[in-house]
């Protein structure tokens, strides 16, 4: 898929949330009950996630069923200026060798991209600040990249 066709799922997507919300919203004002997803213990995430990531104690974990399967985990995440976005993302698309268009071919093994502007989880180094991305030790960027699948969610709180 080219950069133009998931530019346009990850716009689709985006509107999928939205109209979503919208309803919770409408149904909530209606006075109907709508279910909180319930919190996965030790993360700051709820249990509809696959990946879960926690920016200010720099660690990640993945999730299956509700629960804990791997983690966590260090991560490397985005420096001022270039911070690695919060909120709700679904995994877009992965390459396991891919290369930065934007930064001079930097490699960026096991890349799962999650939101736009290239955010993505991947093997990189841990002891500074990334781009944006979520970086990951080599092992965990390995189980990270076959673990989470197109569709996926990942929140970033």
Not at 22 to 33: M, T
Not at 67 to 77: K, R
């Amino acid at each position: 898929m080219g950069e133009h066709g998931r530019r346009a799922r990850w716009r689709a997507s985006r509107v999928a949330v939205a109209v979503v919300l919208a309803l919770g919203g409408a149904l909530a004002a209606a006075g109907v009950a709508t279910a909180e997803p319930e919190p996965v213990p030790g993360t700051p995430c709820t249990v509809d996630a696959v990946a879960c990531v926690d920016l200010a104690g720099k660690q990640a974990w993945l999730i299956t069923d509700g629960a804990v399967s791997h983690g966590p985990v260090p991560i490397s995440p985005g420096g001022p200026g270039h911070e690695t976005p919060v909120g709700d993302f679904t995994v877009e698309w992965k390459n396991a060798n891919h290369h930065s268009t934007e930064f001079d071919g930097a490699p960026m093994p096991f890349a799962v991209f999650f939101a736009e502007g290239g955010i993505a989880f991947h093997e990189g180094r841990l002891d500074g600040p990334s781009a944006g991305c979520v970086r990951l030790g080599h092992e965990d960027a390995s189980l990270f990249y076959d673990v989470l699948q197109i569709g996926d969610p990942v929140q970033v709180r």
